[in-house]
């Protein structure tokens, strides 16, 4: 069964960090991306991160450039988002997501992904 579980979340206060998790499982080939998205209530989706787990190579969205970093272990099949100096609109529920390859538009909608974990809730309060 093909699945992303994602955990990490939690409340911190402006300024603080943050490491969210994408555990994978049942995807037998290497040669995917992962990506990482967030709702804020009231809003749309939104794609944060990706990274291609064959090469490696990441893209950002310009809010979060120079703060968060994607990084991935093919060993553990897990992708891992670290937040840093998180501000209050980085709060979210976070969701990680499963495609071929990395979008390489400024913009991407849902329909980029094939499979979607549960989402985790991320809350940037003083």
């Known amino acids: 069964q093909l699945q992303l579980v994602e955990s990490g979340g939690g409340l911190v206060q402006p300024g603080g960090s943050l490491t969210l998790s994408c555990a994978l499982s049942?995807?037998?080939?290497?040669?995917?991306?992962v990506g990482w998205f967030r709702q804020a209530p009231g809003k749309e989706r939104e794609g944060v991160s990706c990274?291609?787990?064959?090469?490696?190579?990441?893209n950002y969205k310009d809010s979060v450039k120079g703060r968060f970093s994607i990084s991935r272990d093919n060993a553990k099949n897990t992708v891992y988002l670290q937040m840093n100096n998180l501000k209050p609109e980085d709060s979210a529920r976070y969701y990680c997501?499963?495609?071929?390859?990395?979008?390489?538009?400024?913009?991407?909608?849902?329909?980029?992904?094939?499979?979607w974990g549960q989402g985790t809730q991320v809350t940037v309060s003083s």
């Open positions: 997501a499963r495609s071929v390859m990395c979008w390489t538009t400024d913009v991407v909608s849902r329909a980029w992904a094939d499979y």
């Open positions: 049942g995807f037998t080939s290497g040669l995917y991306a």
């Open positions: 990274i291609n787990m064959g090469e490696g190579s990441t």
